[in-house]
């Protein structure tokens, strides 16, 4: 079974950068969809961002297009989320999760989480 571990996270000023990763291990990526989502206090668990190593599709959503950036390493195992000109309203835990299905960002849909990684964006 495939287990996910995020790490990455910290403190940053607005309009700061900051790279999340996303450790797998137990199987590898070829056919999983990897999420990253985020969820700030009292609110609703959103998405992020997707790469679908079935076809090399990458989904951003459109809150983050252009500042934020999705990658993997060459063997696989872990996955990215480089962040750019972070905005406090964008601070909270950051997940990744793994999906088999269809590539979604539809948190109910994904079968794998990590345990999240902190993000704190503050003056």
């Known amino acids: 079974q495939l287990q996910l571990v995020e790490s990455g996270g910290g403190l940053v000023q607005p309009g700061e950068s900051l790279t999340l990763s996303c450790a797998t291990s137990?199987?590898?990526?070829?056919?999983?969809?990897i999420g990253w989502f985020r969820q700030a206090p009292g609110k609703e668990r959103e998405g992020v961002s997707y790469?679908?190593?079935?076809?090399?599709?990458?989904y951003y959503a459109d809150s983050v297009k252009g500042r934020f950036t999705m990658s993997r390493d060459g063997a696989k195992n872990t996955v990215y989320l480089q962040m750019e000109d972070l905005k406090p309203e964008e601070e909270g835990v950051y997940y990744c999760?793994?999906?088999?299905?269809?590539?979604?960002?539809?948190?109910?849909?994904?079968?794998?989480w990590g345990q999240g990684t902190q993000v704190t964006v503050s003056s």
């Open positions: 999760a793994a999906h088999l299905g269809i590539a979604n960002m539809e948190a109910a849909l994904y079968d794998n």
């Open positions: 137990g199987a590898t990526l070829n056919y999983y969809v």
């Open positions: 790469i679908n190593f079935k076809d090399g599709e990458i």
